[in-house]
């Protein structure tokens, strides 16, 4: 099983849709978690740390659920320059420390 | 504030080759992440530096290595290079501290021939 499993998509979503993505973790020492958007041949670039609490920023809403080991990523009002890949990422702290980086979920928003 | 800047932005070897990838991290920062990206492939993690020591290593084979600098920067070494080894490769930098939010450069990319 992997460290960290998500949804490869593709998503297909027209202009102004809602679109959520979901992302487990199968680590319980898992730490901090994140998500990130990677465009096509480019570098990977922080979206939004995730808390327990849940946070927002903008059209962007993240949730983690620690019991669950689950985590979320909610973008509302789709925008064509939303297309990209949708990395979710856990910090792990076993002996020493690693990053996971799920393989990505493809999102494509069309006119 | 300037970002995480890597050299060279592409490199071309031939097999049995070593190549040499260099990484500035963001002012401030003095943890410095390295990941591998094969194409179509996810972000494999190679090494983490912090404060000059090596942290930890993913799964990958000794002849991936590397070193962190008095001034933070950072270099990943590949020896005895092999045609899989033909990827981005990533550095990212944070914060110390494992919890903090990595910044990634623009990554070099290496084809192995």
């Known amino acids: 099983r992997k460290e960290v499993e998500q949804d490869p998509g593709p998503f297909n979503v027209p202009e102004g849709a809602t679109v959520a993505f979901n992302c487990t973790y199968s680590n319980s020492a898992s730490q901090s978690f994140f998500w990130y958007r990677q465009d096509c041949r480019k570098e990977p670039k922080l979206l939004m740390s995730?808390?327990?609490s849940g946070n927002e920023d903008g059209r962007f809403t993240a949730q983690l659920n620690r019991a669950s080991q689950y985590i979320s990523l909610l973008i509302r009002d789709s925008k064509l320059s939303d297309s990209a890949t949708y990395l979710c990422v856990v910090n792990i702290r076993t002996g020493g420390f690693k990053t996971i980086f799920g393989a990505g979920t493809r999102l494509f928003v069309k006119a | 504030e300037a970002g995480v800047t890597q050299s060279p932005t592409h490199l071309i070897k031939t097999r049995g080759q070593q190549a040499t990838l260099r990484c500035s991290p963001i002012?401030?920062?003095?943890?410095v992440y390295w990941y591998q990206q094969a194409l179509g492939l996810g972000l494999q993690f190679l090494l983490w530096?912090?404060?000059?020591?090596?942290?930890n290593r993913g799964n990958f084979p000794p002849r991936f290595s590397g070193r962190q600098f008095p001034n933070y920067s950072s270099e990943l070494n590949v020896n005895a290079l092999e045609l899989e080894d033909s990827a981005l490769y990533l550095c990212?930098?944070?914060?110390?501290?494992?919890?903090?939010?990595?910044?990634f450069g623009p990554g070099t990319r290496l084809t192995v021939t």
């Open positions: 002012s401030g920062h003095t943890s």
């Open positions: 995730v808390y327990s």
């Open positions: 990212a930098s944070s914060k110390t501290g494992y919890s903090y939010e990595q910044y």
């Open positions: 530096y912090d404060e000059g020591e090596e942290r």
